[in-house]
């Protein structure tokens, strides 16, 4: 009777080491790494030991739901205030305004630091106003610039013309020495512009002027 007692709690013993989470008889894990599965966070799988008596697969509420979904893209009708010394209006919500913004800040601050060859590249050479590739087309463009200093540019509105080209409405103020005002007022020191700028688009998608307009008559700054 004493030795077939001893054999029934030995068994006993037993069958609780193997029944014990993580005892003796423990499954092994991924790669043979002894233990319980866990997921990782973000797998997708459930994260409470994945198995046992308490539900094979079945997935619990969990955070790392969300963490599935994609961040959201920036929208893209967002666009910077100002690009350099050009400034854009903020009615003006074409994705377009920020590159065309970037060639008048070239040409503005080309005049600005007398930098007359990176202002007029700002030119197509196909257009009607200058062939930055002329050298002396150029020296004459630096030296009506030669006291000019502009600030206040705005690019308030964009338009797809009916001849396919684009219109880009810019707005500036110059301040020059007297004898290099506009035309009919050269003792002029500062000025009110608002032009009309036609742009091409390069092969590699950047802007350039062919021709301009007034869209309105300048005028002094001073009434």
Not at 9 to 31: F, I, R, Y
Not at 88 to 101: F, M, N, Q, T, V
């Amino acid at each position: 009777m004493l030795i077939g007692g001893l054999a029934c709690v030995a068994a006993l013993v037993s069958a609780l080491a193997v029944w014990s989470p993580g005892g003796p008889e423990a499954p092994p894990g991924p790669s043979g790494a002894e233990g319980p599965v866990v997921a990782e966070p973000g797998s997708g799988l459930p994260q409470d030991g994945g198995g046992g008596d308490d539900g094979v697969g079945e997935e619990t509420p969990s955070d790392e739901v969300t963490s599935s979904v994609p961040e959201e893209s920036p929208s893209p009708s967002a666009l910077p205030t100002s690009v350099g010394l050009v400034g854009i209006d903020s009615s003006l919500e074409d994705p377009r305004a920020a590159g065309i913004a970037a060639t008048f800040d070239t040409y503005f601050a080309g005049i600005n630091g007398g930098d007359y060859q990176a202002a007029a590249s700002m030119f197509d050479p196909a257009g009607e106003v200058l062939d930055p590739g002329d050298n002396r087309a150029v020296q004459r463009f630096g030296q009506q610039l030669v006291t000019t200093r502009d600030s206040d540019v705005v690019l308030h509105a964009l338009t797809d013309a009916p001849t396919g080209v684009l219109v880009a409405e810019v707005s500036f103020q110059s301040n020059q020495a007297p004898g290099y005002g506009p035309k009919g007022r050269p003792q002029e020191t500062c000025t009110r512009w608002r032009i009309r700028y036609e742009l091409s688009v390069t092969a590699t998608g950047e802007y350039r002027i062919l021709r301009s307009k007034a869209a309105e008559p300048s005028r002094s700054c001073t009434p």
